[in-house]
Antibody, heavy 123, light 109 residues
């Protein structure tokens, strides 16, 4: 059974940093891309970033480029999202999502979603 | 402003057929398969369609199709448990990014 368990959310001041983790199980970790998708309160889904199965290919939404970094630790089957220079508009629930292809550019499905972790950016 | 365009809301009575649309361009829908994701009350989204392929466990009253740069999701025989917000999404090769529609709220009357 595929499971994605996010952690690391919380309250942080504007300009601060936070690192989210996503512990993955139930699939061959290096065979699939993993994305982060967020949802601000009362808003729709917004894609944030994706890492290929090997971690060698990464992409970011323009809204987070230069501030967020996605990475993966294959020894721990864990995906990370390092978030720096946080802004109020980064406040959202962040979902970890498994993709059905090894690289996002193949345009696969987002076939499994975690339950999400809440990030609140406020002074 | 979302890269993919969806209607804000649709409604129907139990048993009726409703069709949701998702419009993009040649860089996204015109080049890639579209996924549809159901979200109930801001819980974790769930995939309900990928192209015209039904994921395991999804009722066959859901069907999907695409014509050019517009994808559609049809629910034939609407059920109360189908009340949710549905998002379309795919990859955009010009943006090098995944794009979402703004979501369509489906209400079962």
């Amino acid at each position: 059974e595929v499971q994605l368990l996010e952690s690391g959310g919380g309250l942080v001041q504007p300009g601060g940093s936070l690192r989210l983790s996503c512990a993955a199980s139930g699939f061959i970790f290096t065979n699939y891309a993993v994305s982060w998708v967020r949802q601000a309160p009362g808003k729709g889904l917004e894609w944030v970033s994706v890492s290929s199965g090997s971690g060698g290919s990464t992409y970011y939404a323009d809204s987070v480029k230069g501030r967020f970094t996605i990475s993966r630790d294959t020894s721990k089957n864990t995906i990370y999202l390092q978030m720096n220079s946080l802004r109020a508009e980064d406040t959202a629930v962040y979902f970890c999502v498994k993709e059905s292809e090894v690289v996002a550019t193949l345009g696969g499905a987002m076939d499994y979603w975690g339950q999400g972790t809440l990030v609140s950016v406020s002074s | 402003q979302s890269a993919l365009t969806q209607e804000a809301s649709v409604s129907g009575t139990v048993g009726r057929k409703v069709t949701l649309f998702c419009t993009g361009n040649t860089n996204n829908i015109g080049s890639y398969t579209v996924g549809w994701y159901q979200q109930i009350s801001h819980g974790a989204p769930k995939i309900v369609m990928f192209g015209n392929s039904l994921p395991s466990g999804i009722p066959d009253r859901f069907s999907g199709s695409k014509s050019g740069t517009t994808a559609s999701l049809t629910i034939s025989g609407l059920q109360p448990e189908d009340e949710a917000t549905y998002y379309c999404s795919t990859w955009d090769y010009r943006l090098s990014a995944r794009v979402f529609g703004g979501g369509t709220r489906v209400t079962v009357l």
